[in-house]
Structure formats: C-alpha cells, structure tokens
C-alpha cells in the first residue's frame, strides 16, 4: 500500500519516463500527492494508464492526483474528465516547476516549448543503483504505425558538456551504472550546432567521467554511426548489449511502416555486431498483425527472432492510433495480431532460454540491486545472488538456472 503522506510516483512505459519520474519527485517532494506519468505508445498502454488512475486513486483517496506523460500530451481533455483527476499536465511542462506549483486543472502547451532534457534531471535515483540520463527527447521520422512524435515533439538533444556533467554527480552519488535514454537515442546531436553523434556523447562520458558501466536504451539500427559501433564493440566499460527498434522482419511490412532499414539491413547489424564482440546480446523490439501483413510477411518476422539471435525481445501486437497513417490501413483482425504476436513471444522466451544455458558455467559481473539478493549481467541476464550490498559490482560463477532466473555464486 502506497505511503499516505508524501508523493507517490507511478510510472508506465519507456525508460524516459523513468528518468523524468525521478525528476518529478524532486518537484513535488514536500507536496502529499499521487503522480501517474503515462503512456500512449499502444491503445494498452493507454488503457493501463487509466486503470493506474482509478487504482491510485483507491489506494490514497485524499492526495491530490496529477496525471502527466505523452498520454496527458495526446489527449488531455479525455483525462481531465476523469473524476479520480485534480489535474492534467503534459511532456511539454512536466519539468517545469512553474507548472506543478500553478493551479489550472489542465497545463499542456505547445510541445516545442518542452525545456532543454538533461540539465532539468535530479541528480541521483535515491534508493537504485541503476540511473537514467535524458540526452534526447522527440522524434524527427514519421512511422506510419508512432504516436510519440505528437506527445514528445521534435528531436532535441542536450549538450555534451551537460550530459557528462550529470553522469559525473551520478558517479558522485554513488551510481555504478547509467543508461542513457532518449525516444529517438540514435538521432543524438543532429539538432546541435555541432553535430555531435551518439558515438562521440559516448566517447566523452567514458574520457571525463569515473562511470564503471554504461547502458544505451533502444537504438535504431539505420543510425548507428562508426564511432559507436567501435565502443558497443570494444569498449568494456559499454555494456555488451544492444536493443535495436527492427519492428518488423519483412521488407514490405518495414516499407509501409516507413522504416529507414531492410531486413537485409537488420541480419547485417547484428552479423557484424556478434563478429566483433560474440558475448553482445541482442534485443530488439516487433509489432505483430500491422496492418496489410498476411501470413508470409509474419513468418519473416517470426524468423528474424532466430535469424538475428533476438534474447531480449519487447513484442507488442500492432495497436491503431488516431491520427496515424497506419489506422488509416487495411487492418489485421485483432483476434489474428494478438496470435501471432504469442508466437513472437513463445520464439522469443525459447531463444532467451537457450542463452541462458549458454551463460551457465561462466563468470560475470553483476551489478547488485536492491534489495541485495538479484541484480543483471552485462548482457542483461537477470542473476539471483545471496544478499551482497545493493550498487556493488560483484563478479560470480553462474551455475544454474531456475525459472528464467541465473543463479550466482560471488567468487
């Protein structure tokens, strides 16, 4: 049960989200509030923001309840109707403090207005030992299937100097792991005067800062420039895993999405990416039954799980959003995308599984995370200790597997 004093934060979806909740309880961190910082990448997600409201506001019916994130972004109205609601405050205010301290029931402005990403982030994750930087926020592409570009805006990226300046106090605070976010993370820099690619944020973080280990969230694999290909592959403080945005595994499908790859493209990627470093895991994420894909386009999807040794694989059946391209197509009857999305799924855990035996017997580190008795690998297995102190980095011999769970022993 929620605390009943003080603010309470619930999150959904991506790791952006995650980053900015942090920032927004240090917003409202004296106030006795309940925040709901939502989705809209899916109708489901949409769905589960609204059933987080109702819940909330179950579980502490006299804080003041704000609902925020790109669903608040999208549809503002719809929220504000809610009666489990006091307030709507959209990305484009969500770390502004004039707008959580304001009184309007509804805040949300023009989504180019948003404020400047990494410099407006708290400087720690109180009680995590992994934590998220913001360097990018919006998307400059326009995929035929995307709401987000509606609720996040245009591509902006922070400074160099600002992101390695936040990684810095994160290291001072104690953090042994960053990810670094963004909802179009490869796009990192275009919109700076300079130019820099992600490649060089990376090489700058590792150059002036202490940081031990180093994630990046979902890159699109049309963008990944040379210099951060070299340190995903031969850098040992850039954690051997790479989640990729393939979405699909049929040329066709892919061109009515207005993808920037082939499939041909994808196998390539991750061919080249297991030459130079064989330990990479691989993750990606595919939407199953997008409109007009019949059984064959599915079954190259379903193959690229294989064909692309996807051990990490985010699956979601396609789901029309309003005012998108893609809704506007011949659709694939749900009772269809949601099968094939479970054969996505069902490939999907068996090949997760045979990496998993194939991790028994080796020795990794493993960040520990609360509360001392689990934490991952660098490739992102999910490792179950005896109780080590949460935020160390313990190396240990991987010995069996029970459920989907690695068990180590710390050597």
């Not at 917003?27 to 949409?46: E, F, H, I, P, Y």
């Not at 913001?134 to 591509?155: K, L, M, W, Y």
């Amino acid at each position: 049960m929620p605390s009943s004093v003080g603010p309470t934060i619930i999150t959904l979806g991506c790791r952006l989200n995650i980053a900015e909740s942090d920032a927004i309880r240090a917003l409202v961190v004296d106030r006795d509030v309940t925040v709901v910082n939502s989705c809209a990448v899916t109708n489901d997600a949409v769905a589960a923001t609204r059933r987080a409201i109702r819940r909330a506001r179950r579980d502490r019916p006299s804080a003041q309840l704000i609902v925020t994130g790109c669903a608040a972004q999208i549809d503002p109205a719809s929220f504000a109707a809610m009666p489990e609601v006091d307030r709507v405050i959209g990305n484009s205010d969500k770390l502004n403090p004039v707008a959580w301290s304001a009184t309007d029931p509804v805040v949300v402005r023009d989504i180019v207005r948003v404020l400047d990403t990494a410099p407006q982030l708290a400087g720690g994750f109180e009680g995590q030992t992994r934590a998220f930087v913001e360097v990018q926020n919006g998307c400059d592409h326009a995929c035929t299937f995307c709401a987000i570009p509606a609720g996040r805006g245009p591509s902006r990226s922070a400074t160099i100097d600002s992101v390695v300046a936040q990684v810095a106090a994160l290291v001072a605070a104690g953090h042994a792991e960053v990810v670094l976010t963004g909802v179009d993370l490869s796009s990192y820099g275009d919109d700076l005067s300079d130019t820099p690619k992600l490649g060089d944020l990376v090489e700058a973080i590792l150059a002036r800062t202490a940081l031990r280990r180093l994630r990046l969230s979902s890159l699109d694999p049309a963008a990944i420039d040379p210099e951060l290909f070299e340190l995903l592959t031969n850098e040992p403080r850039v954690m051997p895993y790479a989640h990729l945005s393939f979405q699909a595994g049929d040329d066709m499908v892919l061109k009515r999405m207005r993808r920037r790859h082939n499939r041909a493209d994808a196998v390539a990627l991750v061919d080249r990416l297991k030459t130079a470093r064989p330990e990479i895991a691989i993750g990606a994420d595919l939407i199953a039954g997008f409109p007009t894909e019949d059984d064959a386009m599915a079954a190259n999807t379903l193959a690229l799980i294989d064909d692309c040794d996807i051990v990490h694989a985010h699956v979601f059946p396609y789901s029309p959003r309003a005012r998108t391209p893609a809704a506007r197509m011949p659709q694939v009857p749900p009772p269809i995308a949601k099968a094939r999305a479970q054969a996505l799924r069902s490939a999907a855990e068996r090949r997760h599984r045979e990496w998993l035996h194939s991790q028994v017997g080796t020795t990794a580190d493993i960040l520990v995370e609360r509360p001392g008795t689990r934490g991952h690998s660098p490739g992102f297995a999910d490792v179950r200790l005896p109780p080590c102190p949460p935020g160390s980095i313990v190396t240990a011999r991987l010995t069996h597997i029970e459920g989907n769970q690695l068990i180590g022993m710390p050597l």
